[in-house]
């Protein structure tokens, strides 16, 4: 199985918006609405920010959104904070109750 | 509060096999899919398969042939056996809970992730 595919990096200005892309396939997040999304710092364990494409975990800023058409799914920051800055990871159910994840996403908040 | 622990060797040579527990606190181990994550120094996470307690695994299929992961409920921990590892092997290894969503399939919803045990495969 392919690594799902996103933007090696992004970046923007406190308080803009960003939107991070995560690219599958039909037989990944185009066949299910089990997309989660990873925020990582550096030394850190992933911590989930997103999960089945749109769910947000309790403690997790509304300033995050996830989203997701035909097989592409988003995730959006509004209101960039420096906090933000981190690694981004997508990860898709894949069949056969596999997984797989995206390459990850540099977020610079400039 | 659900807490994960790895554990294991930091050092493995070329060719052996890379054994790592987890050892789950405050919950159970049953119910859940417990997995393994791991991350090369300066790359992206790679899944790399699941247990559930009742024995029934599965795994990422370009690391199938080299992995086992087994479960021992009467001490609340799993583990990692990863054979023939190469420098490529080298990383860190999480262990991590999935949600299952009530279901019975994997969700990618991971809640609970251990701290991460760097691996390195050297001689």
């Known amino acids: 199985q392919s690594a799902l595919t996103q933007p090696a990096s992004v970046s923007g200005s406190p308080g803009q918006s960003i939107t991070i892309s995560c690219t599958g396939t039909?037989?990944?997040?185009?066949?299910?609405?089990?997309v989660s999304w990873y925020q990582q710092h550096p030394g850190k364990a992933p911590k989930v920010m997103i999960y089945?494409?749109?769910k947000r975990p309790s403690g997790v800023s509304n300033r995050f959104t996830g989203s997701k058409s035909g097989s592409t799914a988003s995730l959006t920051i509004s209101g960039l904070q420096a906090e933000d800055e981190a690694d981004y990871y997508c990860?898709?159910?894949?069949?056969?109750?596999?997984?797989?994840f995206g390459g990850g996403t540099k977020l610079t908040v400039l | 509060q659900v807490q994960l622990q790895e554990s294991g060797p930091g050092l493995v040579k070329p060719s052996e096999t890379l054994s790592l527990t987890c050892t789950v606190s405050?919950?159970?181990?049953?119910?859940?899919?417990w997995n393994w994550i791991r991350q090369p120094p300066g790359k992206g996470l790679e899944w790399i398969g699941y247990?559930?307690?009742?024995?029934?695994?599965n795994f990422n299929p370009s690391l199938k042939s080299r992995v086992t992961i087994s479960v021992d409920t009467s001490k609340n921990q799993f583990s990692l056996k990863l054979s023939s590892v190469s420098a490529a092997d080298t990383a860190v290894y999480y262990c991590?809970?999935?949600?299952?969503?009530?279901?019975?399939?994997?969700?990618?919803?991971?809640?609970?992730w251990g701290q991460g045990a760097l691996v390195t495969v050297s001689s």
């Open positions: 247990i559930y307690y009742t024995g029934s695994t």
């Open positions: 405050g919950g159970s181990i049953s119910t859940y899919f």
């Open positions: 990860c898709s159910y894949g069949g056969s109750n596999t997984l797989v």
């Open positions: 991590v809970r999935d949600t299952r969503g009530g279901s019975d399939i994997l969700t990618g919803h991971f809640d609970y």
């Open positions: 089945e494409v749109s």
């Open positions: 039909s037989s990944n997040v185009g066949s299910y609405n089990l």
